[in-house]
């Protein structure tokens, strides 16, 4: 709790620098965020799926996850909840993004999100 509000809210919000502003909340009074240089992006040599050609998936994927505006930062790399990808498969895809999708979910069993990286 900072001046009353929960950070853990806060800080789940786009707009953190101007949500402290607006509630008179010292910057000085809540942890840094800090960036880092990164060295090496490690992803699998195989896609998971095809954002331009799995179209019932990104349908849903947008529609239930909001996928498409994730990527609008810029880095390529999105979080989907694990359970999203597990309610994925029960559509009607391509049996090579179910079974990639299931792979996914496999390595990734004790993980709450599956981190994608998109290019």
């Given at each position: 709790?900072?001046?009353?509000?929960?950070?853990?809210?806060?800080?789940?919000?786009?707009?953190?620098?101007?949500?402290?502003?607006?509630?008179?909340?010292?910057?000085?009074?809540?942890?840094?965020?800090?960036?880092?240089?990164?060295?090496?992006?490690?992803?699998?040599?195989?896609?998971?799926?095809?954002?331009?050609?799995?179209?019932?998936?990104?349908?849903?994927?947008d529609?239930?996850?909001?996928?498409?505006?994730?990527?609008?930062?810029?880095?390529?790399?999105?979080?989907?909840?694990?359970?999203?990808?597990?309610?994925?498969?029960?559509?009607?895809?391509?049996?090579?993004?179910?079974?990639?999708?299931?792979?996914?979910?496999e390595?990734?069993?004790?993980?709450?999100?599956?981190?994608?990286?998109?290019?």
């Amino acid at each position: 709790m900072i001046g009353g509000w929960d950070v853990g809210i806060i800080l789940g919000s786009s707009c953190f620098t101007n949500s402290l502003d607006i509630l008179g909340i010292d910057r000085g009074d809540v942890m840094s965020v800090r960036a880092y240089r990164v060295k090496q992006i490690d992803f699998e040599d195989s896609e998971s799926f095809n954002l331009w050609h799995d179209r019932k998936l990104m349908d849903f994927l947008d529609g239930e996850y909001d996928f498409s505006e994730s990527l609008n930062g810029g880095s390529g790399m999105v979080e989907l909840p694990t359970e999203a990808i597990k309610e994925a498969i029960k559509l009607d895809l391509d049996e090579d993004t179910v079974k990639a999708l299931q792979r996914d979910i496999e390595v990734c069993q004790d993980e709450e999100y599956i981190t994608y990286y998109c290019f």
